[in-house]
């Protein structure tokens, strides 16, 4: 679920994660903070270009005050740009960046964003198994070009990744136990059936 300006947008992910009382978080809208950027260092991602902005949206999951992971969107009319995906390291592999990447997806087909893309070196597979594909660096928007992250920020060398919503896009799809790595199945039993 996302908490937006105190309305609440229900996603396939709530409750799904069942290690102590993640079944309770929820990605909400979170500003720009020195947490945030320690977190994304740390997982060697960009922040130099990083600003309060009327684009920019930074989506985060807290557990008892603290950040367990985050998700940005810059949006440029019909178009987003997914940016920032991270998931503290004692926190990974438990479904979080799945949940991130989901709200991220609902919050953007919500306002009217058709075609989400991202640039990544280390994680195309990963983004390929939720209907990302890859597509070469000539065919993305003028938004997306003129974007930090294209310019200077990611190298030549990443993989550009697009993935076209619906208006409903991700709030009906429900993951099926295969979505999560066997490490978070074994650790949470009641995973959600695939529909």
């Not at 679920?1 to 229900?10: A, H, P, R």
């Not at 500003?31 to 270009?49: I, Q, Y």
């Not at 550009?160 to 208006?167: H, S």
């Amino acid at each position: 679920m996302i908490k937006l300006n105190g309305t609440v947008y229900k996603t396939p992910w709530q409750g799904d994660l069942r290690v102590s009382d993640r079944n309770h978080m929820s990605a909400e809208v979170i500003g720009l903070s020195p947490e945030v950027e320690t977190m994304l260092v740390t997982a060697g991602l960009p922040v130099s270009d990083l600003s309060p902005s009327p684009n920019l949206i930074l989506l985060g999951v807290h557990q008892q005050g603290q950040l367990l992971g985050a998700v940005g969107i810059e949006a440029y009319g019909t178009e987003g740009l997914l940016r920032s995906l991270v998931v503290a390291p004692d926190h990974r592999s438990a479904g979080l960046g799945l949940r991130l990447m989901s709200d991220a997806e609902s919050w953007a087909a919500a306002r009217g964003i058709r075609t989400l893309y991202l640039l990544t070196t280390t994680a195309a597979e990963f983004f390929e198994k939720r209907g990302y594909e890859a597509i070469a660096r000539s065919e993305a928007p003028a938004s997306i070009t003129a974007t930090a992250q294209f310019k200077d920020l990611c190298p030549a060398s990443s993989t550009l990744m697009r993935k076209v919503l619906t208006a409903n896009h991700s709030l009906q799809r429900t993951p099926a136990a295969s979505d999560y790595p066997t490490a978070a199945r074994s650790r949470s039993p009641s995973l959600p059936k695939a529909s």
